[in-house]
């Protein structure tokens, strides 16, 4: 239980930022049909990468994806804007932010 735990409270800035993304970006998809499909194509880009076995992604996977994608984008310059989902890190981001909220 203490791991599991320990696991949760390592992730909780990531799980604030997964949420709040997850919901702008719900509401951009609503207003922009074409992001959903981009949304999708990311997360099956992501997924791809992540899957170990039939079973899928584990939570633990999607947060230390989204860890490291921020770090390299945060390296080159980028950084999000709230509910702006137009370059390809928004959408990466929002895609992994999605997935996020799936599996908590």
Known sequence: MLCVLGEFL??????????????AGQTAMT??????GAVDQ?????RDMLATDERGVHHSAV???????LEGARERGWY?????FDEWE????LACCRMAQARL
């Not at 207003?31 to 959903?36: A, D, E, I, K, S």
């Not at 990311?42 to 992501?46: K, L, Q, S, Y």
């Open 10 to 23: 390592h992730d909780l800035p990531l799980r604030r930022l997964a949420s709040q993304v997850a919901r």
């Open 31 to 36: 207003r922009r049909p074409g992001l959903v």
């Open 42 to 46: 990311h997360m099956a880009a992501v």
């Open 63 to 69: 947060f230390d994806y989204l860890r490291g994608f």
């Open 80 to 84: 999000p804007t709230v509910g702006v």
């Open 90 to 93: 928004d959408i990466r981001l």
